[in-house]
């Protein structure tokens, strides 16, 4: 099993939509990135969060360290927004170590 | 200056070349890695530098070389790799590995690596 899981793994949706991704991990974390990766492309980090809620633009992120889930949603969906999203945790042991999930491919149709 | 950029974006080379990707960040961020990404498949950690000093390597083959000259510099030296290394090397930093509270991650834009 891994350490952090997404879901799903692969979401196809209309534009507009309203979009949510999910991120479950069962290691010690000091905080959660969420991740934005285009075909081929480098990796942009959105969000870096260690407790609460975050918005930034169409996108808002939620982590429960009780429950250790985390959640991206993305508002009016778009075209553009078609990537892949990774949640990757950052290790409470102080050596900057992320543990990535597997990712999920976004597509959004117009 | 908020990125990190990575050169080349792309690189062929022979199993018998050697060649170097670079990796810099004007940020004043102290910490520095490297991953290797496959095709469809999340980031494999490295190596990570922490204030210019080698951290973490994650029993990386010694075909690959980490170099970190500067706090604003970190290279990959490769050397006789092999077809199954073709893949996408990211580099990262973030600000500063000491201080929980301004962690934060940046990444580049990678070099696409074949191997042929």
């Known amino acids: 099993k891994n350490e952090v899981e997404q879901s799903p793994q692969n979401l196809t949706a209309q534009e507009g939509e309203f979009i949510t991704i999910n991120c479950s991990y069962s290691v010690g974390i000091s905080a959660l990135h969420w991740l934005q990766q285009h075909p081929g492309g480098g990796i942009v980090s959105l969000f870096m969060l260690s407790s609460g809620k975050k918005k930034h633009g169409r996108l808002i992120a939620t982590i429960n360290i009780q429950e250790k889930h985390s959640s991206l949603h993305i508002t009016a969906s778009h075209p553009r927004d078609s990537a892949v999203y990774i949640c990757a945790a950052l290790s409470n042991f102080g050596n900057e170590k992320l543990t990535f999930g597997t990712g999920t491919r976004l597509t959004i149709i117009p | 200056d908020t990125e990190v950029t990575q050169t080349p974006k792309h690189l062929v080379m022979g199993m018998t070349n050697k060649k170097s990707l670079k990796c810099e960040q004007h940020?004043?961020?102290?910490?520095m890695y490297w991953y290797k990404q496959k095709a469809k498949k999340p980031p494999e950690l490295m190596f990570v530098?922490?204030?210019?000093?080698?951290?973490i390597n994650e029993s990386v083959p010694s075909r690959f070389s980490p170099e970190c000259p500067n706090s604003s510099l970190l290279n990959l030296h490769l050397h006789a790799l092999q077809p199954e290394d073709s893949a996408l090397y990211l580099c990262?930093?973030?600000?500063?590995?000491?201080?929980?509270?301004?962690?934060?991650?940046?990444f580049g834009s990678g070099t696409r690596l074949t191997v042929v």
């Open positions: 940020m004043g961020h102290r910490a």
């Open positions: 530098y922490s204030y210019e000093k080698l951290s």
């Open positions: 990262a930093s973030s600000q500063d590995p000491r201080n929980p509270s301004i962690r934060g991650y940046t």
